[in-house]
């Protein structure tokens, strides 16, 4: 009799197991075997986290096989093609301008400063006459001469943004080597020494810096000796003070 009781329990056991598991099955049914399931997801990359379109893939498919495809292509039939949408931000480079205007000595100290009367920067050196004297921009020697007074002057030619400059040397003491009319010169070319000759109370440079001035000898708004000073005059009185016009130019320093 006890046999018995235990057979029944064993088989009421079974057939409850038997029974859940139909149930499950009859639940996952329709969801495993639907072949017209549709998946929504929105891609997102996480490198640069921009978000593409909302995509939809539709096919024959089902649940387990989407689990284990390997390629959209070749599990899931025709998928809906999607452009991924990136927008990226064109950061402005800040250019920073270009340095054209240096000073003309290494070390140097304002004497006079320009004037209606004296339209030019008068420099002197704590080295003296072995001070070299530099261009203060690029350029090309336009002029060397000597002169009614003595002075030893060199004059470049600088074209900048479209503009003619005229910078003027008065006093050397002594032209660098290899000078001559028509050479291109660097603000690190040397165009001589500072000196004091022509009519000079001491060691010093004569700095004038014209602008929309092409000089040549015989330029008669723009020339030697009288006409470039007297177009200098006029400028100052015009508002255009001669390198400092073109550059910060300090009471002193000893670095260009």
């Not at 046999?3 to 329709?30: E, H, M, Q, W």
């Not at 452009?83 to 054209?100: A, C, D, G, H, V």
């Not at 002197?124 to 060397?144: K, L, V």
């Amino acid at each position: 009799m006890e046999d018995r009781y235990i057979r029944n329990g064993k088989l009421i056991i079974f057939l409850s197991v038997f029974v859940f598991a139909c149930s499950i099955t009859i639940y996952l049914l329709p969801v495993l075997k639907n072949d017209n399931n549709i998946f929504e997801f929105e891609y997102i990359n996480t490198k640069d986290m921009a978000r593409t379109n909302n995509s939809t893939i539709r096919g024959d498919t089902n649940i387990l096989s989407m689990l284990t495809r390997t390629s959209p292509r070749t599990r899931l039939g025709e998928v809906e093609e999607y452009s991924l949408n990136i927008t990226e931000e064109k950061k402005e480079e800040i250019k920073q301008p270009e340095r054209i205007w240096y000073l003309p000595t290494n070390n140097g100290n304002i004497s006079q400063y320009p004037s209606y009367g004296h339209a030019a920067y008068d420099i002197t050196s704590p080295n003296g006459q072995n001070e070299i004297i530099f261009p203060i921009a690029n350029g090309t020697i336009s002029s060397i001469y000597r002169d009614n007074y003595g002075a030893l002057i060199v004059t470049v030619r600088h074209e900048v943004d479209g503009r003619v400059y005229t910078s003027l040397y008065a006093h050397l003491s002594r032209y660098a080597s290899d000078l001559y009319v028509g050479k291109p010169v660097t603000i690190n070319d040397a165009l001589g020494q500072m000196g004091t000759t022509g009519l000079s109370t001491g060691v010093h440079l004569h700095l004038v810096v014209a602008d929309d001035c092409d000089f040549n000898r015989t330029n008669f708004s723009c020339g030697a000796n009288g006409n470039l000073f007297s177009y200098v005059k006029r400028r100052y009185r015009e508002g255009f003070y001669g390198a400092g016009s073109v550059m910060d130019v300090p009471p002193s320093w000893n670095s260009r």
